[in-house]
């Protein structure tokens, strides 16, 4: 079959997703072409499975989607040679932080546009991603190229993407961030550094293993903490040293660069 799909862009999260349907079958790599100037570990490996890779749209014609996965400020320039390669109807689904659908879909005559914000945890076939569309063509798209990599999450109104992309994902960074702080905090207790990090991943693959089963975090929390215990005096440190204040000072943070690169 002649390749149709076409993802722009093979960066960290471009990549994530080629390795996605790589790993879930759910994208034939025929129908794969891969556009980026440079050779990526990824895009090698789905051209060994039978994509195309390519830098340049000359010659190619018949893409019915497009998967734009380009540095928000570089995407009008890095879209526009590869246009004349779509089909009337294409639908444009766009992974990219901040970028408005309506510029998008001015930008390419008006054809379906989807938005998604996917973690990269899509490599896997265990990412979440917030999804806006602009009509069921585009959805239809994206919950084809995208629902066997991530839990897809509707959004009623685009201007919520902002706070999705903060809760979201950009979130992986955040817990990662606690938990490298808090195995730092277990080397200054007296462990070693190796085993401080262990442990502290470890602690991490546990909590996400609850957090696959469903149970609300208040349950998955009182699953642990049992009153009196080590974990409620840690969990109540946390919130007297301000958690629920930094986390809406981060997300602040996030979602005011997200409508910034808009």
Do not use: N, Y
């Given at each position: ?18 390795e996605?349907?790589l ?13 980026t ?80 914000m ?7 076939g265990?990412?979440v ?19 066997a ?40 207790e ?73």
């Amino acid at each position: 079959m002649a390749a149709d799909v076409l993802l722009l862009g093979c960066g960290r999260l471009g990549s994530a997703i080629l390795e996605g349907w790589l790993l879930t079958g759910s994208l034939a790599p025929d129908r794969m072409l891969i556009a980026t100037p440079s050779s990526k570990p990824a895009a090698e490996a789905a051209r060994a499975c039978g994509a195309r890779v390519t830098a340049s749209p000359d010659g190619i014609a018949g893409m019915s989607a497009v998967v734009l996965a380009v540095k928000p400020g570089l995407w009008r320039q890095a879209l526009a040679p590869w246009l004349p390669a779509l089909v009337p109807d294409a639908v444009v689904l766009s992974v990219m932080a901040g970028v408005a659908g309506a510029d998008i879909a001015a930008a390419v005559a008006a054809r379906p546009v989807a938005r998604l914000m996917p973690t990269t945890a899509v490599a896997q076939g265990q990412g979440v991603a917030a999804l806006w569309s602009d009509g069921p063509a585009a959805e239809a798209a994206a919950r084809t190229l995208f629902g066997a990599l991530a839990d897809l999450v509707p959004l009623a109104d685009e201007t919520l993407f902002h706070a999705a992309t903060a809760v979201s994902g950009c979130a992986p960074a955040f817990i990662h961030a606690l938990v490298e702080a808090l195995a730092e905090a277990g080397t200054a207790e007296g462990l070693e550094p190796d085993a401080a990090e262990r442990l502290a991943r470890g602690a991490l693959r546990s909590a996400a293993a609850g957090a696959a089963t469903g149970a609300s975090l208040a349950e998955l929390i009182d699953r642990v903490a049992s009153p009196g215990g080590a974990t409620r005096a840690g969990l109540d440190a946390l919130r007297h040293g301000g958690l629920d204040l930094l986390a809406t000072a981060t997300v602040a943070a996030a979602m005011r660069r997200s409508r910034e690169l808009g």
